[in-house]
């Protein structure tokens, strides 16, 4: 079980939604959308951490948003932090990423690309933190467990494991449930992302997707018995800055979580 600021994520508690937009681009669409979530998982008395990323360092184009400035971004989740009380999980990308974050969240993230990058790792376990590593497109969910035993080689034990789609040829990405029992049998908490699953990475000059396959790959991995669901989450995802194709429509979330959550609850032998 990981504990991140009160919320207990695996060990048979109850499913966790880790959501919010790709990445921070302006306080008014980070605000909306933290609190719209938070008004619906109170409702629905599930636990919430919230997410953005406060830059994108790995877009597909040199002319792709990465976001409005570190040290804005960081102040917005900071303050979605103070004025809401929500945990903040954000992405690093870089050694130096984790000390400039500092206290604006609660979960540093690695991506995907990233989770063999061992400086990286040891730094976020070395923060105290909550790490969330996401399997990369590459690699064998087994071998999430050398991952994952570099943070805790810092005495942090608080980590995720998160699965996101295998590469399958060159533009588009599978998710091979198996992986979620593999990745259980490290004892640590598993996540799936059921938005970045379905994109098509770098297809042209941005990232493509089918998010019509978000339901159901949340919904078989529920099945499964996930500790926490991630879903990138966007008022507009037309007209998002990042991943577009591939974001959760805000106004659908509620219908939705109701429906994830008579799952988990079946799954745990409670419904």
Do not use: W
Not at 20 to 37: L, N, Q, R, W, Y
Not at 119 to 130: C, E, H, T
Not at 201 to 211: D, M, V
Request: net charge neutral; charged share 25%.
């Amino acid at each position: 079980m990981t504990e991140v600021e009160g919320i207990k994520i695996g060990g048979g508690n109850p499913l966790v939604l880790i959501a919010g937009p790709c990445v921070v681009e302006s306080s008014d669409i980070v605000f909306a959308t933290a609190v719209k979530i938070k008004e619906i998982t109170e409702r629905l008395g599930m636990p919430y951490i919230f997410k953005s990323s406060f830059k994108k360092a790995n877009r597909t184009s040199v002319a792709s948003f990465t976001g409005p400035g570190d040290e804005k971004a960081l102040k917005i989740l900071a303050s979605v932090k103070s004025t809401l009380g929500l945990p903040v999980l954000t992405d690093i990308h870089a050694p130096e990423d984790a000390k400039m974050v500092g206290d604006s969240a609660d979960v540093l993230q690695i991506p995907a690309f990233l989770c063999r990058q061992t400086d990286l790792l040891l730094v976020a376990g070395r923060s105290g933190k909550a790490v969330n590593i996401k399997k990369g497109q590459f690699l064998a969910p087994e071998d999430m467990a050398h991952a994952a035993a570099k943070v805790a080689s810092t005495g942090n034990n608080k980590i995720l494991l998160t699965e996101r789609g295998t590469t399958f040829g060159y533009h588009d990405l599978v998710v091979d449930m198996r992986s979620l029992v593999i990745m259980k049998k490290t004892g640590y908490p598993v996540v799936m992302d059921a938005t970045h699953s379905v994109q098509q990475p770098s297809k042209g000059a941005e990232s493509g997707g089918r998010p019509e396959f978000i339901k159901p790959l949340a919904r078989a991995a529920v099945a499964v018995g996930i500790d926490a669901l991630f879903l990138e989450v966007h008022p507009d995802p037309q007209n998002a800055k990042s991943d577009a194709a591939s974001q959760f429509p805000l106004d659908q979330l509620e219908d939705f979580l109701i429906d994830i959550k008579r799952l988990d609850e079946a799954a745990r032998g409670k419904g």
